[in-house]
């Protein structure tokens, strides 16, 4: 768990420091810092899915393959 702590302190500090680097606004880098994690764990989620769908999609191939 620490090992998680960790990295979500690293990212969220390097997302707001590039984030206002190129913006200059607190703010703004403030913002991307907090919804930047939370987009890119909706897309994870999604990703996962895509995954799962490919992997079910080869096994079932597999298994056709081996009835012939």
Known sequence: MLKTITFAIVHFTVAF???YLITGSFGVASALALIEPL?????????EKAWDAYRAAQQQAT????LN
């Open 17 to 19: 420091s590039v984030a």
């Open 39 to 47: 987009v890119n764990t909706v897309a994870y989620f999604f990703h």
């Open 63 to 66: 298994n056709l393959l081996h």
